[in-house]
């Protein structure tokens, strides 16, 4: 069983910064691929970023490559999505989402196993 706890969400103005959090709890944090994904209303969920258990493979959307930032730090059982240059169409509840053990395709969210209950992010313009 694993535990996600996203924070960090918010509203802001194009252009602006946020930085997301996502605590984990129970299953061994640092030896799990970890991913962001968001929904945005009557949208299917997206994949946004993913960063393997060392933090040794990132990969991201092409809608937010050179404008998001995946990170980890395994000591603190936490993962982090800095967000700068925000768009309005970045408008999304984003979740943090924990990899299976057996996976073909990591941007697809049936891949992943345990989510968080996801934090909401709001960019006008």
């Known amino acids: 069983q694993v535990q996600l706890v996203e924070s960090g969400g918010g509203s802001v103005q194009a252009g602006g910064s946020l930085r997301l959090s996502c605590a984990a709890s129970?299953?061994?944090?640092?030896?799990?691929?970890m991913a962001w994904f968001r929904q945005a209303p009557g949208k299917e969920r997206e994949f946004v970023a993913f960063i393997s258990w060392g933090g040794q493979n990132i990969y991201y959307a092409i809608s937010v490559k050179g404008r998001f930032t995946i990170s980890r730090d395994n000591a603190k059982n936490t993962l982090y999505l800095q967000m700068n240059s925000l768009k309005p169409e970045d408008t999304a509840v984003y979740y943090c989402?924990?990899?299976?053990?057996?996976?073909?395709?990591?941007?697809?969210?049936?891949?992943?196993?345990?989510w968080g209950q996801g934090t909401q992010v709001t960019v006008s313009s």
């Open positions: 129970g299953r061994t944090f640092s030896s799990t691929a």
């Open positions: 989402a924990a990899l299976g053990k057996y996976y073909s395709d990591l941007t697809k969210p049936y891949e992943y196993d345990y």
